[in-house]
């Protein structure tokens, strides 16, 4: 018998919940993509998915993402390079947020 498994069984055999990894790929809901294109909005600088994850919304990092492409594709974000975004005009537009980027 393996360390591990002995040390299972020891500990009472429990089986932790896995709830946290089912929270963090849970789909997003509507309040949680307007959380995160309010957040693009508002930023002063570039961003990235690490810091929608530590600002915004603590789901998996392939769930935000996905988020980040599909407001890329919808031309609410513009993608400035391999991991930073940046909001459009359109969506600072329509989310009436006059701030610019300092860059």
Known sequence: ??????????NGGDIKPVESVIDKTRKLTFE????????????????????????VIDAHR?????QLQNFVEWRYLERVSGSHYKATQYAKDIMNVQKELKA
């Open 32 to 55: 949680d993509q307007l959380n995160i294109l309010l957040f693009a909005c508002y930023a002063t600088q570039l961003f990235t998915v690490k810091d929608i994850q530590e600002a």
């Open 1 to 10: 018998m393996s360390k591990s498994v002995a040390e299972f069984l020891k």
């Open 62 to 66: 392939a769930t935000v993402y996905s």
